[in-house]
């Protein structure tokens, strides 16, 4: 029995890449293996704040910026 | 003096208030470990950093918050790279979300080889940021009409420009930088252009509130002695300043007694 479900198509700081159905924000995240303290997440030119990334559910074609600070003058 | 008389020289910005009147940038370092020296030895509280794209094919990549920690140093994001209002705004949308803070830095400028601030795309998101609640330190032309302008908006402090960012020409147009200082009631700090040491001073002898330096350390041969160096370059004219030098003469007035010489 089959129970493949589509992969959602995302746009993640300019690259694309495919996410399971249902993954939110903090499960991307943690796909990535990134700390949620040191980033800042843009999703669809909207900030998402660090205390909702577990309640949002990313859709297809989501355009999504993981930026965190480097050294700069 | 007592110790509280010989630090008791600070300055305020946005209601915070600082003893180093030397604020340094993090960007160029050969590597994070002489960032950190570097920025150590100059006695900065505050520092610039940029926002930037997390390298998705690099995770494990030494981060800048590892080595210059926040809780230590105050984080001023800026918004280098940025030549549209819009690109500072959401920029610095993601520096107050990753960070959490207020105090940022505007920078927009305009196209190479001058890299100048584009003062009209400036005040364009300096409004769009002050309404949004951040506390904004605003890089500028030395432009004393622009200058207070911005302080005028609500900026917070005025950055004039001594020279294009990185190009170690120290203050090229005094006389207009000394104008926004004596016009202005906010802080005034001379930002971009500082090559050595004598630079910082001659920039807080013009009576500034404080030098931001990148490239001048970043890039010496030892950035760690030149962090020094500007430490003390910052130090020495803040202290000229303070004391009031003598006016310029075109004629000699001897030093010593003329008076009781041998005959």
Redesign the interface.
Same mark, same amino acid.
């Given at each position: 029995m089959s129970n493949t479900l589509e992969l959602l198509a995302l746009t993640v700081n300019g690259e694309p890449m495919q996410v399971p159905p249902g993954t939110t924000l903090a499960g991307l995240i943690a796909r990535l293996e990134l700390d949620t303290r040191k980033v800042a997440v843009e999703r669809n030119l909207e900030i998402v704040p660090r205390s909702t990334y577990g309640a949002v559910a990313l859709s297809a074609g989501d355009a999504l910026e993981i930026v965190h600070f480097i050294g700069g003058g | 003096m007592d110790g509280m008389t010989q630090t008791g020289d600070t300055w305020t910005v946005a209601g915070r208030t600082f003893s180093s009147r030397l604020v340094v940038?993090?960007?160029?370092?050969k590597d994070?470990p002489t960032?950190a020296a570097a920025i150590e030895a100059s006695g900065a509280e505050m520092v610039?950093? @940029?926002?930037?794209?997390?390298n998705?094919s690099d995770?494990n990549a030494p981060?800048?918050?590892d080595y210059v920690s926040p809780q230590h140093y105050t984080?001023l994001?800026?918004t280098?790279g940025c030549f549209t209002a819009d690109e500072a705004v959401?920029t610095l949308?993601?520096?107050?979300? @990753?960070?959490g803070w207020n105090l940022v830095k505007l920078e927009v400028l305009g196209p190479p080889p001058l890299l100048y601030p584009d003062m009209a795309a400036t005040l364009l998101a300096a409004e769009a940021l002050i309404k949004d609640g951040f506390e904004v330190m605003v890089y500028c032309s030395d432009d004393p009409v622009a200058a207070k302008r911005l302080e005028d908006m609500g900026c917070v402090a005025i950055m004039p420009l001594g020279a294009p960012?990185?190009s170690g020409l120290g203050v090229q147009n005094p006389l207009m930088i000394q104008s926004i200082i004596e016009n202005a009631k906010v802080p005034v700090l001379v930002d @971009?252009g500082v090559g050595t040491a004598w630079d910082a001073a001659f920039a807080m002898e013009l009576g500034c509130d404080a030098v931001?330096v990148?490239?001048a350390i970043a890039l010496a041969d030892d950035p760690v002695l030149m962090a020094r160096a500007m430490k003390a370059g910052v130090e020495a004219g803040r202290f000229a300043f303070r004391a009031g030098r003598i006016p310029r003469k075109g004629f000699a007035s001897a030093s010593s007694p003329m008076t009781g010489l041998i005959r």
């Open positions: - | 940038g993090t960007g160029k370092y994070l960032t610039t950093v @940029a926002v930037r794209r997390v998705l995770r981060m800048l918050q984080y994001p800026n280098a959401r949308r993601l520096a107050r979300e @990753a960070g960012i990185g @971009a931001l990148n490239s």
